[in-house]
Nanobody
Framework: QVQLAESGGGLVQPGGSLRLSCATS????????MSWFRQAPGKERELVGA????????HYADSVKGRFTISRDNVKNMLYLQINTLKPEDTAVYYC?????????WGQGTQVTVSS
């Protein structure tokens, strides 16, 4: 079955960087676009950005453009989110997600906390 597992979150000072990873299995990774979402305390889950199946196209929420970069390794079946110049408002649980055959699958999430 489809499995997604995020890692790489943690406590970071404002202005710092993190690289989140999402390990995937149970589907043909290279066939599917992938996305990152996040959910801050008391807020709805929001799209951070997405990447095409071949890595050739990405798009990002306006709030993260220029600071976040999504990439993927279709050999290792891995999805990544490089986060730079972190702000306190980036504090959230970050999720990777994929839609396979009309079902959207989510990982368990990884917590990112930005605080001095």
């Amino acid at each position: 079955q489809v499995q997604l597992a995020e890692s790489g979150g943690g406590l970071v000072q404002p202005g710092g960087s993190l690289r989140l990873s999402c390990a995937t299995s149970g589907f043909t990774f290279s066939n599917y676009p992938m996305s990152w979402f996040r959910q801050a305390p008391g807020k709805e889950r929001e799209l951070v950005g997405a990447i095409a199946n071949n890595g050739g196209g990405t798009h990002y929420a306006d709030s993260v453009k220029g600071r976040f970069t999504i990439s993927r390794d279709n050999v290792k079946n891995m999805l990544y989110l490089q986060i730079n110049t972190l702000k306190p408002e980036d504090t959230a649980v970050y999720y990777c997600t994929v839609q396979v055959e009309n079902t959207r699958f989510w990982g368990q999430g990884t917590q990112v906390t930005v605080s001095s």
